[in-house]
Every structure is written in structure tokens, then in C-alpha cells.
């Protein structure tokens, strides 16, 4: 089984709420929000990743020493074997701004649950909630 792996991350602004990113149609999982972020390529730090990610997806600019890793998730598709660390923001250049036809939204952490997520997010959820 092929393994993935992908740098998410939890940017937390400064009334404690979490961004998600809804998954666009003509995607894998479209519909389900998730954390920001993306598919490491070779050569390249999850950290690294994140920050190409968040201009890519977002137009914000963050720095790795602002990129605090979190916890991680590991999750078996049918197809492919999802390998996650999550890392927290809270500090970032500029306004997270929809690039890729993506809603987004600025959702309490006690509210998450309330967002339908891909499998290997949900776990995070609890992780995040007693850390922040």
C-alpha cells in the first residue's frame, strides 16, 4: 500500500478559533472540511510544505519557528496509507483568503464535530481541543 504523506496544519486566530477548508467538487472527498494544507513532494520538509501549501490555498505567508507540531494522524484508505502531522499557527502574514474555489471558515473547537470531516481528521478533533 502506497503511503502519503501530508502536512496539515490548525491556524488559530486570536479569539482561539481553528480555520477549516471545505474540499471542492472534482476532489477526492469534496464537501468534507479539513485542516489546511497538502501533499509533501519530494525533497520537501512537512514544514517546508506548509508554507507553499498556506501561499498556494490561502495568499498568507508563515514562518517554520511559527509552525508547532501538534500531533499527527495515521489512517488506512482503500487505496493509499495517509501519514498527517498536524502543526499550530498562530502567527501568519496577511488575511486566509479562498485561492482554489474552497469555502473556509473560522470554527470554535468545540464546534469541529459539527463539520463532516475525512476519516483521518476526526481523531485530531479531541487532541486539538484539550491543547487549546
Not at 486566530?13 to 519530494?42: H, I, N, S, T
Not at 508547532?68 to 486566509?96: I, N, Q, V
Amino acid at each position: 500500500m502506497k503511503l502519503v504523506l501530508v502536512s496539515a496544519v490548525a491556524l488559530i486566530d486570536a479569539d482561539g478559533r481553528v480555520l477549516l477548508a471545505q474540499r471542492p467538487a472534482g476532489k477526492a472527498m469534496a464537501g468534507l472540511w479539513e485542516f489546511p494544507g497538502g501533499k509533501v513532494e519530494q525533497g520537501e520538509t512537512p514544514e517546508a510544505a506548509l508554507i507553499r501549501e498556506l501561499h498556494e490555498e490561502l495568499g498568507i505567508g508563515t514562518w517554520a519557528s511559527c509552525l508547532a507540531p501538534l500531533t499527527f494522524a495515521s489512517h488506512a484508505y482503500a487505496d493509499f496509507h495517509l501519514l498527517m502531522p498536524l502543526f499550530a499557527c498562530r502567527k501568519w502574514e496577511g488575511t486566509p483568503q479562498s485561492r482554489e474555489g474552497q469555502a473556509l471558515k473560522w470554527v470554535r473547537v468545540n464546534e469541529l464535530r459539527d463539520y463532516p470531516m475525512p476519516a483521518a481528521d476526526i481523531p485530531l478533533i479531541p487532541i486539538l481541543r484539550d491543547w487549546l
